[in-house]
């Protein structure tokens, strides 16, 4: 056994001879780490479930846009906007917008066939993909004044007109 001298005594870390302060340290630290671990985890979830909720949002606009389309005699899409129910379609740059796309057989494409006034004079412009008729891609783009966009997209095609299909797209921020 060594002597205990007195600068021993005095010494600062003499109080973690205790087990009582050990094990306090230990539990505290734990509980931190556990603290600390958590957060990310319900910070993650969180996330997951607002991102979750807002693509949900944005389905729900889609097929709203969808039951809303119809087509004049010359088969051209038209949707009256005083039909959609958020008014955010009608303020420019609100962060909520729509836009038809033509796609015709030979793969081709006219961008903003028709869209809303919240897009002001700007298109959404999207990769060209392969798109199963009714099938739901969901892309983040870059939108009007360099806005991050979530973008949903589906096309239909007419019983009546074979020529081509319309690619009805929502975004929102």
């Known amino acids: 056994m060594h002597p205990v001298t007195e600068d021993h005594k005095n010494s600062p870390w003499r109080i973690f001879q205790s087990l009582q302060i050990r094990l306090l ?33 944005l389905t729900q606009q889609l097929d709203q846009l969808i039951a809303k389309l119809e087509f004049d005699s010359a088969g051209r899409p038209v949707i009256n906007p005083q039909s959609l129910s958020d008014p955010r379609w009608q303020h420019v740059y609100s962060g909520l917008y729509w ?34 008729d009714g099938a739901l891609h969901v892309h983040e783009i870059l939108g009007p004044q360099d806005s991050t966009l979530l973008l949903l997209e589906r ?7 074979s020529t081509a299909s319309w690619r009805l797209i929502v975004a929102g921020i």
């Open 99 to 132: 836009q038809i796309d033509e796609i015709s057989l030979d793969g081709l494409s006219r961008t903003g066939v028709l869209r809303s006034r919240s897009l002001w004079d700007s298109n959404l412009q999207l990769n060209t993909d392969s798109l199963t």
């Open 25 to 57: 340290v230990g539990t505290i630290s734990a509980s931190l780490v556990a603290l600390i671990l958590a957060g990310f985890v319900l910070g993650g979830l969180f996330k997951e479930h607002v991102q979750t909720q807002f693509q949900t949002g």
């Open 155 to 161: 096309t239909v095609r007419t019983v009546e007109q």
